[in-house]
């Protein structure tokens, strides 16, 4: 039964409502649990929506509805059977939804899609691990794909977008699979922009970095 709840927590994980001890047992959940792993990266681009929201709101706008308690049920169940079918799009729909949840009546968000930049490609001589990054200016920030090769799982790892001012934000996290060098997808945002950004690295959930890519 606690391995069902822990499935269950992967909605709550990525949106960082669980308390710091929950956060640390699910952690190590995803160390043995590719589909939770692979959810909570999907999970990315509505996380970052709303942490732009609540950047954007002032503090004295308080909610005028709470979510119900199924919701993150709800969006977790939303992406897990409509990921195929325009994955991002649903993604942003899904966002939005939390945010009028959360928000009540008259909270848009609006997004326009930019021009993707030329791939950036690095291999870090160290760790072995190759990666190439395409991001596209959005409104909110920057939309990311990523591609890695990494045969030196099982490992928790993640990208983290390095601003000019020396500012960190997490862009997306995965898993790593066991002895799997074949590259892996991923989709993630930041709220910088392009031209605000300096560079990009892949770290391990520890902290160890594994590459750089300039931000071109």
Do not use: N
């Amino acid at each position: 039964m606690r391995s069902l709840e822990r499935h269950r927590d992967v909605g709550a994980y990525a949106l960082g409502v669980l308390d710091e001890a929950e956060a640390f047992r699910f952690e190590d959940h995803l160390m043995e649990c590719p589909r939770c792993s692979a959810q909570v990266t999907e999970f990315g681009p509505a996380t970052r929506q709303l942490m732009l929201y609540r950047e954007a709101t002032p503090r004295i706008v308080h909610p005028l509805t709470r979510p119900g308690p199924r919701l993150l049920d709800r969006l977790l169940s939303a992406v897990a059977t409509r990921r195929r079918a325009g994955r991002r799009r649903v993604l942003y729909a899904v966002a939005a939804a939390v945010v009028c949840a959360v928000a009540g009546p008259g909270a848009v968000l609006y997004a326009s899609q930019g021009d993707p930049a030329a791939p950036v490609t690095a291999t870090d001589a160290r760790s072995g691990v190759w990666a190439r990054i395409t991001a596209e200016d959005e409104i909110w920030g920057t939309d990311v794909r990523l591609e890695v090769k990494d045969g030196a799982g099982p490992r928790s790892c993640r990208l983290v977008a390095v601003g000019r001012d020396g500012s960190e934000q997490t862009v997306t996290s995965w898993m790593v699979p066991r002895h799997d060098a074949r590259p892996h997808t991923m989709r993630g945002g930041a709220a910088l922009h392009p031209g605000q950004i300096d560079r990009y690295e892949v770290r391990t959930a520890d902290g160890e970095h594994l590459v750089t890519l300039p931000a071109g």
